[in-house]
């Protein structure tokens, strides 16, 4: 009508195109993306930035490793991820130091102050012992146990000790016997260093990082 200011677009001409609506679809496509991806971690397998030393031969410092969350009730010679507090960790310090911790273990670029892997020695109603002579090997329930695991040159113990462990507990040691802090290491402490089983986020089954490295994770059970 004569007098609008109301803006008349060209015969043919395409209405103006909003670039946010695609932004907004690729953000949405993302966030799905996380979610899933979330929910997969949770529920069927992770990836497990590997930190310390204490499981080489088998494992280095900056692998990456895959964890499988279906396996069942860890066995005798598993390699296991676990969360250590109550256990390992008996108090967590929290903050914003603990917040990006856990993102970074979550991108797998990082290790986490409460999450630690190690192999399992002994299941529930076991009695694990080492050593009955100096530089002999760890035994259950009186069987020696053959470990080819071990790191060259590393006795199976340089501690003594006799552990029976009560139902849904681990008794866990590193494969590197001299550079690992595990169950022996917190015989004096509250709980005496045994893991219960429903803190176990999973079996270790494969190395996925670096490339050179990559393979399965040998299972040593019974």
């Known amino acids: 009508m004569p007098g609008s200011d109301r803006p008349r677009h060209a015969a043919g001409a395409q209405p103006e195109r909003r670039p946010f609506r695609g932004w907004r ?14 929910v997969l971690r949770a529920t069927v397998a992770d990836i497990y930035y590997i930190p310390s030393e204490s499981m080489q031969p088998l494992l280095e410092e900056g692998d990456r490793v895959l964890v499988s ?3 069942g009730e860890p066995q005798r010679g598993d390699v296991i991820v676990f969360d ?5 960790d008996p108090i967590s310090g929290g903050g914003t ?28 109603g076991d009695t694990v012992s080492c050593c009955s002579t100096p530089g002999g090997p760890v035994e259950v329930n ?5 470990e080819p695991y071990v790191f060259p040159s590393d006795a199976p113990s340089d501690q003594q000790f006799e552990v029976e462990v009560p139902q849904g507990k681990l008794w866990v040691m590193g494969d590197h016997r001299s550079a690992s802090f595990d169950s022996r290491s917190l015989l004096g402490a509250p709980g005496g260093g045994l893991v219960s089983t429903d803190r176990v986020l999973g079996r270790a089954v494969h190395t996925i990082w670096p490339l050179s490295r990559y ?3 040998e299972r040593f059970t019974d």
Do not use: C, M, Q
């Open 84 to 88: 250590g507090r109550g256990s390992f």
């Open 69 to 71: 969350r279906i396996d």
């Open 25 to 38: 679809f690729v953000l949405s496509a993302l966030l799905i993306a996380v979610v899933l991806a979330s």
């Open 215 to 217: 393979g399965p994770i």
């Open 142 to 146: 009186g069987n020696p146990l053959e």
């Open 97 to 124: 130091a603990e917040i990006f911790g856990t993102i970074g273990h979550w991108l797998g670029v990082s290790g986490s102050d409460t999450v630690y892997v190690k192999r399992v020695l002994g299941v529930g």
